[in-house]
């Protein structure tokens, strides 16, 4: 089995049922992959800096809170190696750089207090967006129906560390990893004057898939592969497989001054409306 590329794993916790289906999700990873665990609670700023009414009310609070959580995943994971924190600050930015580069963060995709937000949810969204390492969104939702890992496969060099990730969870797992390749014709070619040659394109799209898996293939021989090429939208087509899926995997555009725009609008639609959990990988 090849070695984990995460050498920790950091669960944002605020003891809403989103995160507690992060903390489990966060415990069973980290176990497989036998690193750490360590769960993160953020005291926000109150808005307009007004101080906070006896603050050792609000820290007793959240140590009482993850002590209970710490007992849950003991409970689950006898043998791991789990901490806590209460830390004061923003909570997208103190996640993220409780993270570094070499952990994964797991976030619930809604909670209370710091962690609410539109939708997916602010800090899930800022944190997918700029961490350095991998960032799982855990989502609500039945999925898991197969033992299968999706993940988003495209030319692009962003796709390559989404696929790598998704073929370690798969060893992982003992899952297939199902990549996809969706595509769609140019509008163009819906012109009667314009002759495709539609088994052409189909083969150029299958050989994406083929030549950007081939050394993922050599590197975990013994994990089983389902290649496809749709012609669909590529956010569709994640949503749609992420049904019956344990895991989806997208890749990212990267950090920047542009923010949420750089996450990739597929990556986006993704985080936002699959219904599995969701891995947001980065190179």
């Known amino acids: ?20 289906r992060a903390l489990k999700w966060a415990a069973d990873d980290a176990a ?24 050792e009310v609000f820290e007793d609070g959240a140590g009482r809170m993850l002590a209970e959580a710490e007992k849950t995943v003991r409970e ?23 993270a570094g580069a070499e952990a994964t963060v797991v976030l619930g995709s809604r909670g ?7 939708l997916l949810g602010s800090v899930s969204t ?9 960032v799982v969104v855990v989502r609500p939702g039945e999925g898991a129906t197969r033992n299968e890992i999706v993940v988003g496969v495209d030319d692009s060099p962003e ?10 969870e798969a060893e992982l797992r003992g899952a297939t990893v199902r990549a996809i390749h969706a595509w769609q014709l140019p509008v163009n070619a819906y012109a009667p004057e314009i002759n495709y040659d539609m088994d052409e394109i189909r083969r150029a799209q299958q050989d994406v898939v083929t030549e950007k898996l081939a050394a993922h293939r050599e590197r975990y021989p013994k994990v089983p592969v389902r290649e496809e090429t749709p012609c669909a939208h ?7 497989a992420s049904s019956s899926a344990a ?13 949420s725009i750089l996450l990739g609008s597929v990556s986006r639609a993704v985080l936002h409306h699959a219904r599995c959990p969701v891995a947001v990988v980065r190179s």
């Open 234 to 240: 590529p956010a569709n087509a994640l949503i749609d």
């Open 126 to 134: 800022h944190v997918a967006t700029h961490a350095h390492g991998p």
């Open 247 to 259: 895991l989806v995997v997208v890749g990212s555009r990267g950090m920047g001054a542009l923010g």
């Open 1 to 20: 089995m090849s070695e984990s590329t995460t050498k920790a794993v950091i669960v944002g916790y605020d003891g809403s049922a989103g995160a507690n």
């Open 159 to 168: 796709s390559d560390p989404a696929i790598g990730y998704a073929f370690e």
């Open 32 to 55: 497989r992959r036998k690193v750490p665990l360590r769960i993160v609670h953020v005291l926000a700023p109150w808005p307009y800096d007004i101080p906070r009414y006896a603050p």
């Open 112 to 118: 209370l207090g710091g962690f609410a937000g539109a």
């Open 76 to 98: 689950r994971h006898p043998e791991l190696e789990v901490s806590t924190a209460v830390i004061d600050g923003q909570p997208a930015k103190v996640l993220r750089e409780q």
